[in-house]
């Protein structure tokens, strides 16, 4: 059994540490009881690549149920509704996990070719792997090698994930085109889309184009859907309008500007594609409580989460 039609469904944000490519969840930490103490599924705004180190369990991946086992692999893009229950007979699991931006690494290694580029993209976030580690020795070996360069931060070691990152990307596209190719010769009908799939092409639209204006049109025909239907859908999957998940997206991109550059209030708002810096103050106080100034100085609001706004967006675990 899958999600319920009208569960909520929770959007975490992730942020990948100033000068990484990757955030990198290892170690005892992640030995827990998963899924026990969750309502919802959830989703994340950057890829999801876990490890499974011990135990057993389920993985729901939007409306599939999978058992897990140690020396599995899950591949989940951003925007794909999924959550993990361990086995508590069993005792708790061990998982370990890996979050980056396809979407970056992409863009640096075509970075003249932009149409090629987005196609790339729409390939990597085709769907939701998951895999024995067995079944594809090369991707579990780029996987682990990053984990360990992660683990041990030798000399170099960004420069050896970035090199590790473009060969996984690589991998996934791969094992998206098999699939596909195989489908199309056996004449499967493609996945059905239901819940915030049906909806994920407009996501990944924002998280390219939330710098520019975005009008909710152009996300419904990125759906295929007419606007009306487009906006029931979107608030029916996240409890809040698209426009006010254009924003979002917007804020969360100014706080990692907030903390990573030196720009003035005004150019950050227009980096992240407000119009007027009263209306980026205006939305930050909305998701954040607080002024752009005043969470830039506090260095403890670098860990703040952002407030639960109906479809309880958060930072992470």
């Known amino acids: 059994m899958g999600k319920k039609k009208k569960d909520t469904i929770e959007l975490r944000f992730y942020e990948i540490p100033q ?3 990757v955030l990198a969840l290892l170690g005892e930490n992640w030995i827990r009881d998963y899924g026990h ?6 989703f994340h705004n950057l890829m999801e690549i876990g490890v499974c180190r011990n135990g057993t369990g389920k993985l729901i991946l939007d409306e599939e149920q999978r058992p897990y086992q140690p020396a599995m692999v899950s591949i989940i893009p951003n925007n794909y509704p999924h959550v993990t229950i361990s086995n508590t ?14 979407a970056q690494i992409i863009a640096e290694m075509y970075p003249k070719n932009e149409l090629f580029c987005r196609e790339l993209i729409r390939k990597v976030n085709r769907r939701a792997l998951f895999l024995h580690e067995w079944e594809n020795h090369n991707l579990a070996f780029l996987v682990r090698q990053i984990m360990e360069e992660m683990r041990g931060r030798r000399s170099h070691y960004t420069d050896s994930v970035r ?24 004449g499967v009908e493609m996945q059905k889309h239901s819940g915030v799939t049906q909806i994920a092409a407009a996501l990944d639209y924002v998280r390219m184009e939330y710098m520019h204006m975005i009008r909710v049109e152009e996300l419904a025909q990125e759906c295929h859907m007419s606007e009306t239907h487009f906006r029931r859908l979107f608030e029916s999957c996240m409890n809040m309008s698209p426009v006010d998940y254009i924003n979002l997206v917007r804020i969360q991109k100014a706080c990692d500007l ?7 209030m005004d150019i950050v708002a227009q980096k992240v594609g407000f119009t007027t810096t009263s209306t980026f103050n205006r939305n930050f106080k909305k998701f954040l409580n607080t002024s752009p100034y005043q969470w830039k100085i506090n260095p403890e609001n670098y860990e703040t989460k952002l ?5 309880s967006a958060r930072k992470g675990w």
Do not use: C, M
């Open 89 to 102: 007979k069993e005792g708790p699991s061990y998982w370990e996990y890996l979050f980056f931006d396809p």
């Open 37 to 42: 103490d969750e309502v919802h599924l959830h």
């Open 163 to 186: 090199g590790l990152l473009y060969s996984l990307v690589i991998e996934i596209i791969r094992l998206n085109e098999e699939q596909e190719a195989k489908q199309e010769v056996q």
């Open 307 to 311: 407030l639960n706004y109906n479809i």
């Open 19 to 21: 000068n990484e490519y």
């Open 258 to 264: 907030l903390k990573k550059t030196t720009d003035s």
